[in-house]
């Protein structure tokens, strides 16, 4: 992790499953006005039928089931007494829904970014990993060995959606100097979250979760992300709790 000789924190936070230990951050002072941060609640949209169902969903318009809607009133309990300054999310209504559950009790409106969205899986999309397997044997092995500049026949690569996320994370954190942002968003566009603050290659093996409706916490500065803390499931204690992501 890069250091600064300025305000050094660490900070070690339990998440819902293990602790997780975060990056190392530069506090923001008074002097340097320019390393005044944006807070970012980032959390994965609840449940879908194509979860249950291990379907691969990318750009495919998938709403929330009935588990999915109690899991974001569940977080939207969770955040209700959050300073929340603004609510964004990807255009895709699984993650658009998440995100009003929590924005109701706040008052406030939903914008959304297409730049947010999952990663487009293309011929992938509304197959499960076996049906995968079976059909396309070679591109599901360079998938699963995330090779990054592999895409997935007529969808994107790692690269693409890396490229893709940061410019719109970069773009509405840069809106909101000081305060503190939801993005609702999916599995994928965590994943590049989670890799952009830790300093971690998009071929590095996956070790964290990316569980629907998870709390995730990042701070922004011009200068990147930095990790807060990390899949919080506290407000899933009850009921069948959240699915972790397969496909990134």
Known sequence: MPRTSRGIFRAVLQTGANPVQCALLTAPTEQDPHLKVTRILA???GETAWNRDTRIQGHTD????EHGRWQAAQLAQALADEPIDAFY???LSRALETAQAVARRHDKPVHTHTGLRERCFGRFEGHTWA???ARYPE???AWRKRVPDFAPPGGESLLQLQDRVVRAVNELAARHPGEQILVAVHGGVLDILYRAATRLELQAPRSWELTNT???RLLWTPEGLGLVGWADTGHLTTGNGALDEQTA
């Open 89 to 91: 999310a990807s255009d």
């Open 139 to 141: 591109e599901s092995t």
């Open 62 to 65: 998938i709403d929330l089931n």
């Open 131 to 133: 049906e995968l397997e």
């Open 43 to 45: 959390v994965r949209h």
């Open 214 to 216: 998870a709390i995730n």
